[in-house]
T-cell receptor, first 109, second 112 residues
């Protein structure tokens, strides 16, 4: 995951918006993904964005893609305690996903 | 509709032993990939199987091998286990041509 980087930790208050950031070095990916991992669990696909899009919105989730800066972000509106988890950014490569190291989101009540 | 199922959920093995992990893909999916997730890290790609053949392999030694069966289910085998093989092993499935990967809950392997 050395070419996909994320900050390690984010703490927010319940009801606030959370923004998780990701940068990558290889711009050849067709799709970029956000996955959520709760303690002791596998990965849950939250959303993905095609590389020719700038933004994708899905209920409380908004993904922004800046291809020029190779920057991807995930905004969670009205963050709830149930959103506490590790969030992984991943880029699609041929027949595989390349993941970042994950961002731990802690939601304070 | 069952998603990706993996077995067993937890496993403890001794150094030098061999282990087999199993994965059943989501209904309708024909491609299975395996990932290793060490503690505090993101998942690392091991290999992908399609049409019962290894289609792509990540940077893992030959001690890691796999198999895909005609019903699309898959096995991951690890020989000569090392302490460093302790990790969560995740199986992901997809349908050819589809860009969404569905992950299972993983098998937690501990090597002592």
């Amino acid at each position: 995951g050395e070419d996909v980087e994320q900050s390690l930790f984010l703490s927010v208050r319940e009801g606030d918006s959370s923004v998780i950031n990701c940068t990558y070095t290889d711009s050849s990916s067709t799709y970029l993904y956000w996955y959520k991992q709760e303690p002791g669990a596998g990965l849950q696909l939250l959303t993905y964005i095609f590389s020719n899009m700038d933004m994708k919105q899905d209920q409380r989730l908004t993904v922004l893609l800046n291809k020029k800066d190779k920057h991807l972000s995930l905004r969670i509106a009205d963050t709830q305690t149930g959103d506490s988890a590790i969030y992984f950014c991943a880029r699609g490569a041929t027949n595989k996903l390349i993941f970042g190291t994950g961002t731990l989101l802690a939601v304070q009540p | 509709d069952a998603g990706v199922t993996q077995s067993p959920t937890h496993l403890i093995k001794t150094r030098g032993q061999q282990v087999t992990l199993r994965c059943s893909p989501k209904s309708g999916h024909d491609t299975v990939s395996w990932y290793q997730q060490a503690l505090g890290q993101g998942p690392q790609f091991i290999f992908q199987y399609y049409e019962e053949e290894e289609r792509q392999r990540g940077n893992f030694p030959d001690r890691f091998s796999g198999h895909q069966f005609p019903n699309y289910s898959s096995e991951l085998n690890v020989n000569a286990l090392l302490l460093g093989d302790s990790a969560l092993y995740l199986c992901a499935s997809t349908e050819t041509g589809n860009y969404g990967y569905t992950f299972g809950s993983g098998t937690r392997l501990t090597v002592v």
